[in-house]
């Protein structure tokens, strides 16, 4: 995904227990019967240990007040898995517009762990829990289940007494309207103001929103799944999803290979698809399917050079799906079919390196999976690394500079503006919402990091490791730990004259950039330097200045360099030049609105409050809502964020009413 802050952008709270039942006092309650097929699969050898995972969060809160964070233990889930591991997800639901819920039944196949036989722990966060049923095969059984104290960052934990043997789970349930993974459009939040629409957002610890289950990225699983929608919408997955599927009401799919919970996806709406290549393709509503189609048509172009560099592609089909602008950021990776925002289409594909980012996960995140949010990096940092290589294989050395040296600005931004321990690679997030914490450090500072590596090993030698790291390690999840200890097998064995343990421990574990560390920098920006200051000089005019050719990286690398001040005079005489109020390229016009909220440019106010009101992204509205508080515009900040947050993704109301209201 990409981060939530000023870069590419990142995932979704507080909810009661539905249930009044002690999780120590198990109650019964009614129950009926929906058995599926029993689909197992074999462990693979890349899970961790039950040893080196903790069984309740009562441990992991003791632990964490005592020591360091343990490797291979997910601060962020209730789920006993050194007990039970899910293998398989079953789900069947209906999307319930009206009432917008959704309702239905998950069926977990779950292999037991260890010799013991204690209840089988879940996480949830505001479901209704309706009926639970436990087994061996299709002979499923009312049990007894109690949901426990609500943790307002967690949600609430399940618990559910299995019978001895028992291999299987049937959960009745359903959403609450509320859902933090969940948002509901209104037909006239579309583009096309006909239809409604839905769209979830699992990332990081919000799939337990919308299915009961083992929210850790350590979980990987199968899944097959019946979505039952209004007869005149589409239904589509992060899962096989067929062009050639008829609108009908009831939608079939299957993820064969395994994949962690934040990866489950749903979208419903007035869709169509148009295909971009032999293996990709974009659905999105028919307003905007074209544009979408010719924006991203070097889609196939990007799989395949990743394929040759990196390893070949292991899930089938490519596919992206165009979200309303409510979207909160500006993609997310779900397998087979990215979930994009619109503001990238900008219709010369000056935006596309998201389309790279997302397509990159498929290797680095999807297949090769964070086993924590601790170990974010891991899937951001390798993506941000991919993505900067894709674009070059694609569009050449000078946007791959461009877009390098961006990602060290923005690095520098966030490093300026974080304390010290949000600057590790390895970041402690124990007793933390994990939305609150992604910034660029996971992004940049690992994409930089293994910028070094390259550097120092040779980029040939260093594409190879990478092709082998994810051919060992695909469909498995990691931790740092696990990636340090393979470097120790493989680069460091291979050049000990060139790299050491304690450059890479300094890298990951201690604040800020090494001393020595590489610098991206791209001619095209450095010689925007001297213009920009003659400008500021007075010894030109901004009609004076050539920008005949310009990309949007000259044009975001020259408005973000500008001071914090300018006066009326400079400011009228950039929008009158240049037509920045009126920029089509969202990139450029948040550049520009975060000058004029600074140095209160009255003619951009009404381009700033359509801005904030007809696009959801975060890595916009953060900065601007932050922007407008410092500088002394809360109450109008306020105004704006009421009339626009029926809108808003509940993580973009939860996220920004904290910069605006200080709750």
């Known amino acids: 995904m990409l981060p939530q802050l000023f870069n590419p952008g990142l995932g979704r709270l507080i909810g009661a227990g539905l249930l009044a039942c002690s999780i120590v006092t198990l109650g019964a309650c009614s129950q009926s019967e929906d058995p599926a097929g029993q689909k197992q699969l074999e ?58 819920i959704l309702k239905g039944t998950a069926i977990l196949d779950i292999k037991r762990v260890g010799e013991k036989n204690p209840p089988l ?37 399940l618990e559910i007494e299995l019978p001895k043997g028992a291999n299987k789970v049937a959960i009745d349930y359903q959403t609450s309207p509320g859902a933090s993974g969940v948002q509901w459009l209104e037909p006239e939040q579309t583009a096309g103001k006909k239809h409604p629409f839905l769209f979830t957002q699992a990332q990081a610890i919000h799939a337990r929103s919308f299915i009961p289950l083992q929210d850790s990225p350590q979980v990987r699983m199968t899944y097959a799944a019946t979505i039952r929608t209004p007869d005149d919408l589409l239904a589509v997955m992060s899962a096989n999803n067929d062009p050639e599927t008829e609108k009908d009401g009831v939608y079939e799919f299957e993820m064969p290979q395994p994949i962690p919970s934040y990866l489950i996806a749903i979208g419903i709406g007035n869709l169509e698809f148009k295909p971009m290549g032999e293996r990709t393709g974009v659905y999105a509503e028919p307003e905007l399917l074209d544009a979408a189609a010719a924006e991203f048509e070097d889609t196939e172009d990007m799989l395949e050079v990743t394929e040759e560099n990196y390893g070949p592609y292991r899930w089938d089909r490519y596919d992206l799906l165009i979200l309303p602008p409510s979207f909160p950021f500006g993609g997310m990776e779900n397998p087979r079919l990215s979930f994009i925002t619109p503001t990238v289409i900008a219709g010369d594909k000056s935006l596309v390196a998201l389309i790279a980012h997302e397509l990159a996960h498929s290797w680095s995140g999807n297949l090769v999976t964070n086993s924590s949010w601790r170990d974010l990096w891991l899937n ?82 260093f594409d190879q490791f990478l092709m082998d790291y994810f051919n060992k390690f695909a469909f498995q999840s990691v931790n740092t730990e696990d990636f340090v200890n393979y470097l120790d097998d493989t680069l460091l064995k291979q050049y000990p004259d060139k790299l050491s343990k304690e450059r890479i421990n300094e890298w990951i574990f201690e ?44 044009w975001k690398y020259f408005l973000d360099g500008m001071p914090e001040k300018l006066s009326d005079d400079q400011l009228q005489e950039l929008d009158e030049t240049f037509s920045l109020t009126d920029s089509k390229n969202n990139e450029i016009a948040f550049s520009w609105l975060m000058i004029a909220v600074r140095n209160d440019y009255e003619p951009a106010n009404a381009r700033l409050e359509d801005f904030l009101t007809s696009i959801g992204r975060n890595k916009f509205l953060r900065p ?23 809108g808003y993704h509940p993580l973009t109301v939860k996220v920004n009413s904290k910069i605006i209201y200080g709750d």
């Open 121 to 157: 722990i879940l996480d949830t966060r505001e479901l209704d829990i309706k009926a639970v049923r436990a087994g061996l095969g299709d002979d499923l059984k009312p049990v007894k289940f109690s949901l426990g104290e609500t943790d307002p960052n967690l949600g609430t934990p």
């Open 624 to 646: 601007l809502y932050g922007n407008m508080v410092e500088s002394g515009k809360q109450e109008e900040a306020k105004r704006i964020f009421e009339k626009a947050k029926s």
């Open 511 to 554: 604040p800020g950039i090494p001393e020595g560390a590489p610098h991206p920098q791209s001619d095209a920006f450095t010689k925007l330097d001297p213009i920009r200051e003659q400008w500021l000089n007075g010894e030109i005019e901004a009609g004076d200045i050539d920008t005949e050719g310009w990309t949007f990286h000259q």
């Open 380 to 461: 951001e940092g390798f993506t941000t690394y991919l993505t900067n290589r894709i674009m070059q294989f694609v569009y050449g050395d000078e946007r791959y500079k461009m877009e390098m040296a961006l990602g060290y600005d923005d690095l520098q931004a966030d490093l300026a503006d974080r304390p010290d321990k949000d600057e590790i690679l390895a970041i402690d997030m124990r007793g933390r919402d994990p939305d609150e914490v992604f910034s660029n450090i996971p992004y940049e500072k690992g994409s930089l990091f293994l910028y070094e590596l390259e550097q120092k090993v040779g980029r040939e030698n």
């Open 43 to 100: 462990e693979r050898s890349g899970e961790q240990s039950p040893e080196q995972l903790s069984g309740t969060t009562a441990e992991k809160s003791s632990k964490a007040e005592k020591a360091a964070p343990e490797s291979g233990v997910d601060y962020h889930s209730f789920a006993n898995t050194n007990d039970y591991r899910v293998k398989h997800l079953d789900l069947d639901l209906t999307a319930d517009f009206d009432n917008k």
